[in-house]
């Protein structure tokens, strides 16, 4: 399994960005497949997560209504715009990958996940 994030970088408050991810070397069908972010100082943290199968979405209270998260199963990729950012928002974005069988909950546990993509930064200035 590989992960290849890409987009990042820096914006204003209030400005957008759009993260994406490229994976290879599973079926798509059934691997959830998301985004972790870590601030520094802080622990990694779920904010955005998509099943494979039904395209069912998770978003962390901090993110729900700004961030949106899709999904192309044809080209195994996952893209999340980020919209109304805010300097709390500035982070090291990670792609995450995992099996996760049918009728099964999405996690947002960090532990759950063994296949992580290289990371991205988002840096939010006020």
């Known amino acids: 399994v590989q992960l290849q994030a890409s987009g990042g970088g820096t914006v204003q408050a209030g400005g957008s960005v759009r993260l994406s991810c490229e994976a290879s070397g599973f079926t798509p069908d059934f691997y959830v497949m998301g985004w972790f972010r870590q601030a520094p100082g802080k622990e990694r943290e779920g904010i955005s997560l998509i099943s494979g199968k039904d395209g069912t979405t998770v978003y962390s209270d901090s993110v729900k209504g700004r961030f949106t998260i899709s999904r192309d199963n044809a080209k195994n990729t996952i893209d999340l715009q980020m919209n109304n950012l805010k300097p709390e928002d500035t982070a090291v974005y990670y792609c995450?990958?995992?099996?996760?069988?049918?009728?099964?909950?999405?996690?947002?546990?960090?532990?759950?996940?063994?296949?992580w993509g290289q990371g991205t930064l988002v840096t939010v200035s006020s």
């Open positions: 995450v990958t995992d099996y996760l069988p049918i009728g099964m909950p999405i996690s947002v546990d960090p532990d759950e996940y063994d296949y």
